[in-house]
């Protein structure tokens, strides 16, 4: 489902039970696909089977990447359909656990926002961003909905701006500047949001038109499509898949080489103008299982673009050139600038 689908043309019912039929069929990815199938749950009004999703997820805790995440959307979940009890304690649980991922902070205060839980919000949000923000200057952009959720209540509240309602103005011009005017300021503007639910007819018609002229500006962004992704093998994956399959040799001499035409492949692209590039990282299992699925040999060359693809298809493509302060995305364990990223 693209991000510009009408809602009321997706079938969120079947569209969950097809994806977890393929996480059945993608194990290594079932965490992100039921995420996505409770999702549509959710959006279908069947929130007692999102939150068997969610509860299916945190049962088999071993392995998950974001248990916290799984914790706050099953809380905001849960609040929706009367569970109060239960969604604080789990909010207070996520809280309490301080994660360093924004997403579970983010999720959970727009729960209590959502709630008129205005003061409890914004202490949510103000918490995660203490603990999440060591580069105030440049803070990374999973970072910004913590900042602009923040702004958003505080301007509810009627507060001062301070030093990071500042700093969330100017990375909201930055990000928006080639698609829409509007300012954060105006974006979070109190008596705009309190017009939505005016008695007015012609008050609400006129900002629901104006939401509309923004949204539409920012389509493009929204809709973009899967990234063009370029495979990476970790040296031992590298060392285990040449070792089973010895005809991928002439793919890969040696992992040095493959690491650095992964990087000028990338720059090639780039200058060339093609947007939203990644990475994907393959395994050899996975490699194998995608294979078998596709009635072919691994040792077909003509296979590890079609790998590739799905992997960013399935959501596993991670953004290059890496962020500004960020590790390379080779696994050294150096800053990107100071590793590949070096010109």
């Avoid at 019912?13 to 959710?42: F, K, N, Q, S, V």
């Avoid at 959720?149 to 500047?177: C, E, I, Y």
């Avoid at 954060?184 to 006129?206: C, F, I, Q, T, Y």
């Avoid at 790998?307 to 962020?323: D, E, I, N």
Wanted: hydrophobic residues 40%; charged residues 25%.
């Amino acid at each position: 489902m693209r991000p510009d689908t009408p809602a009321e043309n997706v079938d969120h019912t079947a569209e969950a039970a097809r994806l977890e039929r393929i996480a059945g069929l993608y194990p290594e990815d079932a965490e992100a696909l039921l995420l996505r199938a409770a999702a549509h749950l959710e959006l279908s009004g069947d929130r007692p089977a999102a939150t068997a999703l969610y509860d299916r997820l945190l049962s088999s805790a071993e392995g998950l990447e974001n248990p916290p995440l799984i914790r706050a959307l099953k809380a905001s979940n849960l609040w929706e359909y009367g569970h109060e009890a239960e969604a604080r304690a789990i909010i207070d649980g996520i809280r309490a656990a301080a994660p360093r991922d924004p997403a579970p902070w983010v999720i959970v205060a727009e729960a209590l926002e959502s709630h008129d839980e205005l003061e409890a919000a914004a202490e949510t949000f103000t918490q995660g961003a203490r603990l999440l923000l060591t580069d105030e200057s440049e803070p990374p952009s999973a970072t910004h909905p913590l900042l602009y959720g923040r702004h958003r209540v505080r301007r509810m509240q009627g507060m001062p701006h301070d030093d990071w309602d500042t700093l969330a103005d100017t990375l909201h011009a930055t990000a928006t500047a080639s698609v829409s005017p509007v300012s954060l300021d105006e974006l979070h503007d109190p008596n705009r949001v309190w017009s939505l639910g005016s008695e007015n007819p012609a008050e609400l018609k006129a900002e629901i038109t104006r939401l509309r002229a923004e949204l539409g500006a920012h389509r493009e962004a929204l809709s973009r499509p899967f990234p063009v992704a370029v495979l990476h093998w970790p040296a031992p994956e590298l060392t285990e898949l040449l070792s089973a399959y010895p005809a991928l040799s002439s793919e890969y001499p040696t992992h040095e080489e493959h690491l650095t035409t992964i990087e000028s492949s990338l720059r090639e692209l780039a200058s060339s103008g093609t947007p939203n590039l990644g990475i994907v990282t393959g395994t050899v299992p996975s490699y194998e299982a995608f294979a078998a699925s596709e009635g072919s040999s691994p040792a077909d060359a003509t296979l590890l673009p079609q790998y590739a693809t799905t992997l960013a298809a399935r959501g596993r493509a991670v953004a290059w050139p890496p962020q500004r302060g960020a590790g390379c995305w080779c696994g050294a364990g150096r800053v990107y600038a100071e590793c590949h990223g070096a010109e």
